[in-house]
Every structure is written in structure tokens, then in C-alpha cells.
């Protein structure tokens, strides 16, 4: 098995459709990370979870909403999305909450799309 | 606030040439960390690099190099005699404190391609 392991790792949905993405890691790391990669745009780190606590809501739409059940699974619950929020959405983890120092470990990332 | 500018966008060299990729950062904290990640179009990024602001020290793996100057807050990427393989977007990122949230902040990347 891979560091961090994404699936789907492409996805086509409607604005009315729910879906949801999820993120395995294998690598015993502490933190879980949900990041949104745009055509041109820098990274935009979306969520934060420390020990299964969540410690990060960079402002993003209720559309959105993580879960994390433990400190290996990570899951991105989709509803009533918009075609801006067609993205890559990467999975990341690190063995130590708060990131300074630690290196991110990303997985292949879900390429979503919204019709 | 912490910023990671990456002004080459695009960037095309033919095998075996060198090049370098720049990375220009802002904070104001002492102590931070700065990274180098590959992004090939697999999607996923590698780690390559992380160095502190207390080690200047140029390091050196392989065909790859990597030269920190803090006067000029810089942390550039040099690949020599690059493959065919090198072909990805390669993003430089800061991880400094800032009023006690430690946030990795990227910059727009850099897109590698090497001609054949």
C-alpha cells in the first residue's frame, strides 16, 4: 500500500448529486489534511485535523464537510456543489499536528468535476 | 502574513541542460521552514526538501541542489543535467508561526518540461 491512498480518483457530479471522497494513510501520522488545487491558483488548504480533532476551517462553504473517524481515514462529504468547485483535491498527512517542520505526504489526489 | 512567490510560471529546457527554479519568500517570524514538492502528472506531491531558517548550508542529492540565502530570502531549485523524468510542477512552501497557527503556504508552482 501507497503513504496516502485517494479514492475516487476522478469524479463527475451534479449540482444536486452528494458524493463523498476518501483518504487513507498508512504511514501512522497524527494530522490529515483536505487541500484544493485550482487550474493556477496556489494550494488553498481547506481543513485540519489533529488526532481526529479538527483544528482548521479556512473558510470554506458548508457544502463541504470533513469527517474523521481516526487518525488514518479522512472523508470529504460533497452536497449541492457549484462548477467553481471543480478542482483536485488532495489528501495530505503529517506525522505531527501543526505542520512547522513536518513534511506533507499527499496522495494522487480526486479530480472532481461538477456539470 | 507569510507569502512564497514563484515568478516562473513555465519553464521548457532540452535534456541534460541545467536549470534553475526560483523561490522568493516573506515572513516575519525567525523561525520557519521551507520546502521544495514535485507534483508529476500522476497528481500526487513528493516531498523533495525541507530546510530551516537556521541552516544556510546549500545541499546537494544527486542531480539536484538546493541554494538557501536569507538576505535575500530566497530558497532556489537547481536540477543538473535534467531527464525527461524532471517533467513536473515543482512548488516551493513556508511553514512559519504566525500568532500560534502553523500553516504550509505554497507558492503557484513552477511547470517543468524537458525536451527530449
Known sequence: ETGVTQTPRHLVMGMTNKKSLKCEQHLGHNAMYWYKQSAKKPLELMFVYNFKEQTENNSVPSRFSPECPNSSHLFLHLHTLQPEDSALYLCASSQDPGGLGSPLHFGNGTRLTVT | ?116
Open chain 2, 1 to 116: 502574513a507569510q507569502k512564497v512567490t514563484q515568478a516562473q510560471t513555465e519553464i521548457s529546457v532540452v535534456e541534460k541542460e541545467d536549470v534553475t527554479l526560483d523561490c522568493v519568500y516573506e515572513t516575519r517570524d525567525t523561525t520557519y521552514y521551507l520546502f521544495w514538492y514535485k507534483q508529476p502528472p500522476s497528481g500526487e506531491l513528493v516531498f523533495l526538501i525541507r530546510r530551516n531558517s537556521f541552516d544556510e548550508q546549500n545541499e546537494i542529492s544527486g542531480r539536484y541542489s538546493w541554494n538557501f540565502q536569507k538576505s535575500t530570502s530566497s530558497f532556489n531549485f537547481t536540477i543538473t543535467a535534467s531527464q525527461v523524468v524532471d517533467s513536473a510542477v515543482y512548488f516551493c512552501a513556508l511553514s512559519a508561526p504566525f500568532f500560534g497557527n502553523e500553516k504550509l503556504t505554497f507558492g503557484t508552482g513552477t511547470r517543468l518540461t524537458i525536451i527530449p
